[in-house]
């Protein structure tokens, strides 16, 4: 760990959960960062596109950021049913993730795929969450590193920065199972990517927050968040509930 940290990023991704009365949930979300819950982590929810616009005019002038699960590479087009960067942008989105292992999973999309999307939500002023992970057989096999490796490699998107990256290590087999790799494991991984934005970015990738995703509870926060080089949680099924997701940023309280 280097002396400074960058502030730690507590982010939920409803992936295709929400209707427009979730938007309760974001104002107890909200008036819970308000009080002091969420203590010194910077808090944001990824609601599906269709919400993007109305939770965003909701947490303007609240403590609370709002992002997209997706962008396309492009800005507009013909690309029917696909949404740009600078569209989230419009719509008051500040964070986009990218390459979550539903989306390359569900829609075959490869690293160079996701890195292209990482560019173009830079280029829209949109901060990216690109999302690696290797999947059970990949770690039954000891291949965690090499696959993690090869997607920071494939997936980092040209002129990433503190300021506008964040990487979220998800390991396939954690997401939605209720497992979770030890401490030490998640240490081994993050500390592999820590070295691996320094070998890019040099100084740098000191400022690039690495988030852990898969299975994060109010249960197992404090232990997860508590390894060095995990600076926040990406967090699905639990940031649906306002109550579990605040009991999740209630680890850096
Ligand atoms: P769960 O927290 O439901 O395991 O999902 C993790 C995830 O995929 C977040 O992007």
Same mark, same amino acid.
């Given at each position: 760990m280097t002396a400074t940290r960058p502030r730690p990023l507590v982010a939920g991704n409803w992936k295709m959960n929400g209707l427009i009365k979730g938007v309760n949930e974001l =104002?107890?979300?909200?008036?819970?960062?308000? &009080? %002091? +819950?969420?203590?010194?982590? +910077?808090?944001?929810?990824? #609601?599906? @596109?269709?919400?993007?616009s109305r939770f965003s005019a909701e947490a303007a002038g609240q403590h609370?950021?709002? !992002? &997209?699960?997706?962008?396309?590479?492009?800005?507009?087009?013909?690309?029917? !049913? =696909?949404?740009?960067?600078?569209? /989230?942008?419009?719509?008051?989105?500040?964070?986009?993730?990218?390459?979550?292992?539903?989306?390359?999973? $569900?829609?075959?999309?490869? $690293?160079?795929?996701?890195?292209?999307?990482?560019?173009?939500?830079?280029? &829209?002023? /949109?901060?990216?969450?690109?999302?690696?992970? +290797?999947?059970?057989?990949?770690?039954?096999?000891?291949?965690?590193? =090499?696959?993690?490796g090869t997607q920071l490699a494939g997936s980092l998107p040209a002129g990433a920065t503190g300021a506008n990256t964040v990487?979220?290590? +998800? #390991?396939?087999?954690?997401? !939605?199972? %209720?497992?979770? #790799?030890?401490?030490? $494991?998640?240490?081994?991984?993050? $500390? @592999?990517?820590?070295?691996g934005l320094v070998e890019r970015l040099g100084d740098e990738g000191h400022n690039v927050r690495i988030l852990y995703g898969g299975s994060v509870k109010p249960a197992n926060c404090v232990e997860l968040m508590g390894v060095d080089n995990v600076d926040g949680a990406l967090v699905g099924g639990a940031s649906l509930k306002a109550a579990d997701f605040l009991g999740i940023a209630a680890a850096y309280r």
């Open positions: =104002d107890a979300i909200a008036t819970g960062v308000a &009080a %002091g +819950e969420a203590g010194s982590a +910077e808090v944001l929810v990824c #609601p599906p @596109f269709t919400l993007v609370i950021k709002i !992002g &997209a699960q997706d962008c396309h590479a492009e800005a507009s087009g013909a690309h029917t !049913g =696909d949404i740009s960067a600078e569209m /989230l942008k419009d719509a008051g989105a500040s964070y986009v993730i990218v390459g979550h292992s539903e989306r390359r999973t $569900d829609h075959a999309e490869t $690293d160079a795929q996701v890195k292209a999307k990482a560019e173009a939500a830079l280029r &829209a002023h /949109l901060v990216a969450i690109v999302c690696i992970g +290797e999947t059970r057989n990949e770690r039954e096999s000891g291949k965690t590193l =090499d696959v993690v990487i979220a290590y +998800e #390991p396939v087999w954690a997401i !939605g199972t %209720g497992l979770t #790799p030890t401490a030490a $494991d998640v240490k081994q991984v993050h $500390d @592999f990517i820590r070295a």
